[in-house]
């Protein structure tokens, strides 16, 4: 048993030299610098970089640091565009939520100053004058209802009237009773 974990240790030691010796590698020829790159020139898996975060971390100041032409490794035109862009887009995102905030706490203070200065009515005397209004509406939406209905009940009235004088009056085709 012991001899499978020293066998095990001694694979992960030439592991990391592998690591340690394309990282160093890169960093000479200054060549870009990314976790599977590396993974890839050291021959070993890129969750074996992130198993060991002491390899992953010098791979991540390795591939930041500025190289001997004074440009960082392994940033491309593209990689900055889409930086570049993604910084906009969250710029711009966060410019509507400070917009959002702002018109929220300007509505709350003029809130609060407008109660504090006495000049507005209180809350619940807002809410009972707009219930007065709709009944008001409504009121005047059943007022010309009822006037409606009375004028088609006053319609049918006197065609009723009229029905009944028709039938009422001797037919000359009849004889009388």
């Known amino acids: 048993m012991t001899s ?7 694979d992960s030691a030439r592991r990391r030299e592998r690591v340690l010796k394309a990282l160093d590698t ?9 976790v599977s790159g590396l993974a890839r ?3 070993v898996d890129r969750t074996f970089l992130y198993r060991h975060r002491d390899l992953l971390e010098r791979v991540h100041v390795a591939a930041n640091t500025p190289v001997a032409e004074g440009r960082l490794a392994a940033v491309s035109e593209v990689s ?3 930086d570049l862009a993604n910084a906009l ?11 959002q905030l702002e ?4 509505a709350e203070l003029g809130e609060r ?3 504090a200065s006495g000049l507005g009515a209180p809350t ?7 219930r007065v209004t709709l009944l008001e509406q409504e009121l005047v939406d059943t007022r010309g209802e009822l006037e409606e209905r009375a004028e088609e009940l006053e319609a049918a009235r006197a065609a009723n009237r009229e029905l009944t004088r028709a039938l009422n009056q001797p037919h000359p085709d009849c004889p009388p009773r």
Not at 89 to 99: I, Q, T, Y
Not at 124 to 130: A, G, H, K, S
């Open 41 to 43: 020139a050291a021959r």
């Open 4 to 10: 499978m974990i020293e066998g095990k240790k001694a």
């Open 124 to 130: 619940d005397i807002d809410d009972l004058q707009r």
């Open 113 to 115: 100053v407008w109660a």
């Open 80 to 82: 900055l565009q889409t």
């Open 89 to 99: 887009e969250r710029n711009k995102r966060l410019a509507a939520r400070v917009l």
């Open 103 to 106: 018109k929220r706490l300007s």
């Open 26 to 34: 890169a960093v000479k020829n200054g060549s870009d610098i990314t």
